[in-house]
């Protein structure tokens, strides 16, 4: 069964920059569409990017042209290189794994596995 683990997060003020990272471990990695989810108090968790096995991009629009995923078979990682933070991208990021053969997956029941979350704070 595939583990996530998050890290990467942290305090930063507004206009800042963070570079999240999903350490994956107990499967291949190519087996896996990936996805970054993140959840503010009291909201629902949200769609954030998504990266098929094949490379496929796809950002909410909140944070197109800000955030990029991006993904290392070889090293078994997933990261998210988030600049110019904002007060709205305070939340729990989450990483996500769906196993598949094709796509990318936008809604969170698509998804098998979870990470324990990383918070990343923006201060204005």
């Known amino acids: 069964q595939v583990r996530l683990v998050e890290s990467g997060g942290g305090l930063v003020q507004a206009g800042g920059s963070l570079r999240l990272s999903c350490a994956v471990s107990?499967?291949?990695?190519?087996?896996?569409?990936m996805g970054w989810f993140r959840q503010a108090p009291g909201k629902e968790r949200e769609f954030v990017a998504a990266?098929?096995?094949?490379?496929?991009?796809d950002y909410a629009d909140s944070v197109k042209g800000r955030f990029t995923i991006s993904r290392d078979n070889a090293e078994k990682s997933v990261a998210l290189q988030m600049n110019s933070l904002n007060a709205e991208d305070t939340a729990v990021y989450y990483c996500a794994a769906k196993s598949t053969t094709f796509g990318h997956f936008v809604f969170r029941n698509e998804y098998d596995a979870w990470g324990q979350g990383t918070q990343v704070t923006v201060s204005s």
């Open positions: 990266i098929s096995i094949y490379g496929y991009l």
């Open positions: 107990g499967d291949t990695l190519s087996n896996y569409g």
